[in-house]
């Protein structure tokens, strides 16, 4: 940053010397300024203006869809997987389900204000912890343009000011979802520099947002693990760490065939380019000869490739799967595409060694018929999200009634997990007396 003023002066624009500064500066100053404006504001006019958005997404859904088009088209010249091009397409269906959860959030509870806990103490002062904004939120992903939606309508509705610094691999996408954005926000009174696409498409933008300790109050990276390993390392603005997805899918002993199967299928082959697809699967021992040959067909079926370990790769001559020979980085990678590593498990504690050895700490499923196995499995898998029965893709702000997300926190300190509307509040305290002195 160019600027040495206090950030304590952006609640008065008229004398930040704004010629002074950088583009990107200046933005989080008027973040800042707007920022204090909306954390008092009632629910109603925060969920007024989500709704605002969420109508104004519907209505220019074509300049959407437009606009996005060039960075499709621009990913595939450059020779952009697959993957990553679903990551980044914007359909008129998934613009329509984008302001559906824009509503969602409208509809959730308001969390500032919020007491969190209260009472009087011995010497009759009051004393209350509530809910409030974190203040301004920067967000920094890659690719997915409805982050640029589910960030802003979240932060939005907790009363925060955001940020948003997208890859330019999206840049036309994000620069139309934030002129409807702001347009909608500011249409419904609110000040629209509340939601702000940070400046510049080169890393010294990136850089100068991880810099601006004082104006920005938290970053969130989202995105591969390189992009969140540099903003964890290289910000002086404290970063809520989320982190990729290698998710397993342990198929125990006693498991319902029907049941692990469809599981499996759901979690891997469903879509396979988010961090809650699964990307390993360990069988136990025991049911393997039963359930393996199945399985190996069924993601054959959905053109998934294995990379199995030795006792995987046995049952292959079987079936009509692609099974290759697994190496030790295949344990550790988040594939995003059709592809799942895959080995034969010893016991219920060999699964978790495994997983405790590999995991990204995201989110993890057993597949059994037994609750001691199941409360084993719970308790000494350490992920955000562990699942009995049910597919790793449920792991989703939305899934859990959030209402969207603003990512997943693998760190264990402010959030884990699905982060929704109470993840972007921080706390302060309120001490009523009556005269009190000590």
């Given at each position: 940053?160019t600027s040495s003023h206090s950030p304590a002066s952006a609640t008065s624009p008229s004398v930040t010397p704004y010629?002074?500064?950088?583009?990107?500066?200046?933005?989080?100053?008027?973040?800042?300024?707007?920022?204090?404006?909306?954390?008092?504001?009632?629910?109603?006019?925060?969920?007024?203006?989500?709704?605002?958005?969420?109508?104004?997404?519907?209505?220019?859904?074509?300049?959407?869809?437009?606009?996005?088009?060039?960075?499709v088209a621009r990913a595939r010249e450059a020779g952009t997987s697959e993957s990553i091009i679903d990551r980044l397409?914007?359909?008129?269906?998934?613009?329509?389900?984008?302001?559906?959860?824009?509503?969602?959030?409208?509809?959730?509870?308001?969390?500032?204000?919020?007491v969190v806990r209260g009472s009087t103490l011995p010497n009759g002062i009051d004393l209350r912890q509530v809910r409030?904004?974190?203040?301004?939120?920067?967000?920094?992903?890659?690719?997915?343009?409805?982050?640029?939606?589910?960030?802003?309508?979240?932060?939005?509705?907790?009363?925060?000011?955001?940020?948003?610094?997208?890859?330019?691999?999206?840049?036309?996408?994000?620069?139309?979802?934030?002129?409807?954005?702001?347009?909608?926000?500011?249409?419904?009174?609110?000040?629209?520099?509340?939601?702000?696409?940070?400046?510049?498409?080169?890393?010294?933008?990136?850089?100068?947002?991880?810099?601006?300790?004082?104006?920005?109050?938290?970053?969130?990276?989202?995105?591969?693990?390189?992009?969140?390993?540099?903003?964890?390392?290289?910000?002086?603005?404290?970063?809520?760490?989320?982190?990729?997805?290698?998710?397993?899918?342990?198929?125990?002993?006693?498991?319902?065939?029907?049941?692990?199967?469809?599981?499996?299928?759901?979690?891997?082959?469903?879509?396979?380019?988010?961090?809650?697809?699964?990307?390993?699967?360990?069988?136990?021992?025991?049911?393997?000869?039963?359930?393996?040959?199945?399985?190996?067909?069924?993601?054959?079926?959905?053109?998934?490739?294995?990379?199995?370990?030795?006792?995987?790769?046995?049952?292959?001559?079987?079936?009509?799967?692609?099974?290759?020979?697994?190496?030790?980085?295949?344990?550790?990678?988040?594939?995003?595409?059709?592809?799942?590593?895959?080995?034969?498990?010893?016991?219920?504690?060999?699964?978790?060694?495994?997983?405790?050895?590999?995991?990204?700490?995201?989110?993890?499923?057993?597949?059994?018929?037994?609750?001691?196995?199941?409360?084993?499995?719970?308790?000494?898998?350490?992920?955000?999200?562990?699942?009995?029965?049910?597919?790793?893709?449920?792991?989703?702000?939305?899934?859990?009634?959030?209402?969207?997300?603003?990512?997943?926190?693998?760190?264990?300190?402010?959030?884990?997990?699905?982060?929704?509307?109470?993840?972007?509040?921080?706390?302060?305290?309120?001490?009523?007396?009556?005269?009190?002195?000590?």
């Amino acid at each position: 940053m160019t600027s040495s003023h206090s950030p304590a002066s952006a609640t008065s624009p008229s004398v930040t010397p704004y010629d002074d500064m950088t583009p990107v500066t200046r933005a989080a100053y008027r973040a800042r300024a707007a920022s204090a404006e909306i954390a008092p504001l009632p629910r109603a006019a925060k969920d007024d203006a989500l709704l605002a958005i969420a109508d104004a997404l519907e209505v220019r859904t074509s300049e959407i869809v437009e606009a996005n088009a060039e960075d499709v088209a621009r990913a595939r010249e450059a020779g952009t997987s697959e993957s990553i091009i679903d990551r980044l397409t914007l359909t008129p269906e998934r613009v329509r389900a984008i302001a559906a959860d824009v509503r969602d959030v409208a509809a959730l509870p308001d969390p500032v204000g919020e007491v969190v806990r209260g009472s009087t103490l011995p010497n009759g002062i009051d004393l209350r912890q509530v809910r409030v904004p974190l203040g301004v939120v920067g967000i920094i992903y890659e690719a997915r343009p409805n982050v640029t939606v589910d960030a802003a309508a979240l932060c939005l509705k907790s009363g925060n000011a955001v940020l948003l610094r997208g890859s330019s691999s999206a840049y036309s996408s994000n620069t139309a979802l934030v002129r409807v954005l702001r347009d909608a926000v500011g249409g419904a009174g609110l000040p629209a520099d509340a939601v702000q696409l940070v400046p510049g498409e080169s890393r010294d933008s990136v850089r100068e947002l991880m810099r601006a300790r004082g104006l920005v109050d938290v970053l969130i990276p989202r995105g591969g693990a390189s992009l969140i390993r540099t903003v964890v390392e290289q910000s002086t603005v404290p970063v809520i760490e989320t982190g990729t997805g290698n998710c397993h899918v342990y198929v125990d002993a006693q498991a319902d065939l029907d049941m692990a199967v469809d599981i499996l299928i759901n979690s891997k082959a469903q879509r396979p380019s988010v961090c809650n697809a699964a990307e390993t699967l360990l069988v136990h021992q025991d049911i393997a000869d039963a359930f393996l040959p199945r399985a190996l067909d069924a993601l054959a079926e959905a053109g998934v490739t294995v990379h199995g370990d030795e006792r995987v790769q046995s049952y292959a001559g079987a079936s009509k799967a692609t099974v290759v020979a697994a190496t030790a980085e295949d344990w550790e990678t988040e594939y995003l595409s059709y592809d799942i590593a895959a080995a034969v498990v010893d016991s219920l504690d060999a699964a978790v060694g495994h997983i405790r050895l590999w995991t990204s700490g995201h989110t993890e499923a057993i597949v059994t018929t037994s609750q001691a196995a199941a409360r084993r499995f719970t308790q000494l898998v350490d992920s955000t999200t562990v699942a009995v029965n049910a597919s790793t893709r449920f792991t989703d702000g939305g899934q859990f009634g959030f209402g969207a997300e603003i990512g997943i926190s693998t760190q264990k300190l402010h959030a884990r997990g699905p982060m929704g509307l109470p993840e972007l509040t921080s706390t302060k305290y309120i001490v009523t007396g009556d005269g009190h002195t000590r």
